[in-house]
């Protein structure tokens, strides 16, 4: 799949179906305003002004960083059940969660640009990715995730946050990409909701050059 550039926003890196990423996928938003590696990341969490309204009702927000991820259907199938880290773009400008071989088997959320203030549980929209081959993969049974799953992230705190799945979407990377598709500006796009998505290559669409033409793409909104 060749590279998508967009003036405003990089588009989303994708995939693969085992080890790396190519080069020639596209890369994420917010790439051009890389902020560092996740150890340079301090706690986003805002503290409120002095002069701000006491009535004034001041939203929660975890501490710390995302750390746990763990997904229930409603049967009470626990689906997913990774450790999580904070990634942004390894050398070749893609987003290959545990590129540097030192998170194997996790799951990433991203933290580039205007996305290191949207851990998952923070107002706006939230990026979680792992990897799914047909050797497995932390992300191997997100296509098994139903409407109504429970979607459980714990941060370094101890605080936990919770989503519950809203909607399970299968589409070609091409869409989920775009921000000028209806999905692609769903993910990427400006929210005054707090949602996380969770993205995974889709097993069942075509291998081209070693990478899947389709993704699993899962909707969790804020409890």
Known sequence: MKRLVTVVVAAFVLLATSGCLSSSEPTWPGAAAASGSPSQVASPTPTPSASQDPEARVPWKPQGLPVHLAVVNPDGKLIIDADMFGEGLDPLGNLNPGYDGTHEGQAAWFNEGSRVTHPPGFPGSAIVAGHASTHGGVFHALPTVTTGAIITIRYSSGDEVKFIVTKVVLDLKTDVTNIDTPLGREIWGDSNT??????????????????????????????
């Open 194 to 223: 707090t949602v996380a998505w969770l993205i995974a290559c889709d097993l069942t669409t075509m291998n081209v050059n070693g990478h899947r033409l389709g993704n699993v793409v899962v909707q969790g909104i804020l409890l």
